[in-house]
C-alpha cells in the first residue's frame, strides 16, 4: 500500500493546490488551448526532472530532504550555506497549507455566503488541519482522494459556465504562471513525495520506478483540471474539505522533518503556527500570493543550481541509475539549464505582473 501512497499523494495534492491557484493566475474558467500547451510542455521540461531530483536526492542521502542536505552539501565540498533550500522548502510547507485554507476558504464564503467572516472560518479550519496533522498519512490522502473525486462529479452536476477552449497569443506573464503550475503547485521541491515513500526508494535500483508515477499522477491531475470548475457551493466545500486535509498533510511532513533534526518541540510549532496564521491577514492575501509563488520558484531554483552545478557527476548518475546515458544527459541539461532559466524569467515575469 505504502508503495502507492506517493501516487495518490501526488495526485491530491497537484489537483487541490492546482484548484486553489487557478484563480490566482487567472486560468479558473478561461479556457486558453496556447496556455494549456504550454504548461503540459513545461510539465515534461520541468516537472519531470524535478521528480527525478528529488528521488535522486532521497537515493544518495538516505533520508529526507532538510537532512539530506547536510550530508550532499560535504559530499560536494560545498558551503554549509546551500542547505537553506532545506529550510526554505521545510517552513515553505506550512505557509502552503495556510494558503489551501485561505483560498479554499474565500471560494466557499464566495458561493456560500456563509454568515461568517473569513478570518473565523478560516482560524477554525487552521485549528482542525493541525489537529487532523496527527492523523495517519494513508488516512489523509485517501480523504483528500475521496474529495477531489466528489468534487470532480459533483461539478459536471451544475452548469459549467466555462469558455470553449480557444487560442490567443501569449504573453509574458503567463510564462511564469505556466512555470508555477508546472512546479509550485505539484508540490515538487519541497520533497515531500520522496520523503512519504523513503524506504522504497531506498531499496529501489532505479530512481524512475518512483519519480514515473508520482509525476504520471501529477499530470493527470493538469488534465482533469482542465474539465473542472469550482462553480457552485457543494463543489466549492468539497474542495475546502480536501484542501483542509491536504493542508494537514503539509503540516505533518514538516513536523516530521524538523523532528528529524532533532528540533525542540516549541520552535517546531511556533515555525509551524506562524508559517500558517500570516494566511488569517486576509487584507494581505493577494500579497501572500504573489510570495507564494515566488517563495516555491525560489526553492526550485536553489536545488537547481544545487544539483547540476555543485554535486559531482557519479553520484547523481549512481543515484538515478539510468538503463542509457543518453537519458541521463537529457536529465542533467534539462536540470543544469533549462530549469534555472525557465525559473529565473518567470521569477522576472511574476514581479513584473506585480508590480
Known amino acids: 500500500m505504502s508503495r502507492w501512497l506517493s501516487p495518490l499523494m501526488a495526485f491530491c495534492l497537484s489537483f487541490l493546490l492546482i ?40 537515493k544518495r542521502a538516505k533520508t529526507t530532504a532538510l537532512q539530506a542536505l547536510m550530508s550532499l552539501t560535504r559530499e560536494a565540498d560545498a558551503s554549509a550555506r546551500w542547505r537553506i533550500a532545506g529550510w526554505l522548502a521545510v517552513v515553505f510547507m506550512p505557509f502552503l497549507a495556510g494558503a489551501l485554507i ?116 501529477q499530470l493527470v491531475a493538469v488534465v482533469l483540471f482542465g474539465f473542472f470548475a469550482v462553480q457552485a457551493q457543494i463543489p466549492a466545500i468539497t474542495i475546502l474539505v480536501g484542501s483542509v486535509v491536504a493542508a494537514a498533510g503539509f503540516v505533518q511532513l514538516a513536523r516530521e522533518q524538523l523532528q528529524q533534526r532533532q528540533i525542540a518541540v516549541l520552535v517546531q510549532w511556533a515555525i509551524i503556527l506562524v508559517a500558517i496564521l500570516t494566511w488569517a491577514c486576509l487584507a494581505i492575501v493577494p500579497v501572500l500570493n504573489t510570495v507564494l509563488m515566488l517563495w516555491g520558484l525560489l526553492i526550485c531554483l536553489i536545488y537547481a543550481i544545487f544539483v547540476g552545478w555543485i554535486m559531482k557527476i557519479s553520484h547523481l548518475r549512481k543515484a538515478l541509475n539510468f538503463s542509457q546515458e543518453m537519458t541521463y544527459n537529457l536529465w542533467r541539461i534539462a536540470v543544469r539549464i533549462v530549469a534555472p532559466l525557465a525559473i529565473v524569467l518567470a521569477i522576472i515575469s511574476i514581479v513584473l505582473g506585480a508590480v
Open 19 to 58: 484548484t486553489t491557484l487557478a484563480p490566482v493566475v487567472g486560468i479558473q474558467f478561461d479556457r486558453q488551448l496556447d496556455f494549456w500547451a504550454l504548461w503540459l510542455v513545461l510539465m515534461v521540461v520541468l516537472a519531470l526532472p524535478f521528480a527525478y531530483l528529488e528521488v535522486a536526492l532521497v
Open 102 to 217: 485561505a483560498n479554499a476558504g474565500h471560494s466557499v464564503v464566495h458561493y456560500t455566503a456563509l454568515p461568517v467572516p473569513e478570518n473565523i472560518l478560516f482560524a477554525v479550519l487552521a485549528v482542525i488541519a493541525v489537529a487532523a496533522s496527527f492523523l495517519p498519512r494513508l488516512i489523509l490522502m485517501g480523504a483528500g482522494a475521496v474529495m477531489v473525486l466528489i468534487s470532480l462529479v459533483l461539478s459536471h452536476m451544475f452548469p459549467l459556465n466555462l469558455s470553449a477552449w480557444h487560442v490567443t497569443a501569449l504573453q509574458f506573464s503567463e510564462w511564469g504562471y505556466a512555470v508555477v503550475l508546472a512546479l509550485v503547485a505539484s508540490g515538487l521541491g519541497l520533497g515531500v513525495y520522496a520523503q512519504t515513500s523513503a524506504l522504497e526508494i531506498k531499496n529501489s535500483e532505479q530512481a524512475t520506478a518512483s519519480a514515473l508515477p508520482v509525476w504520471i499522477a
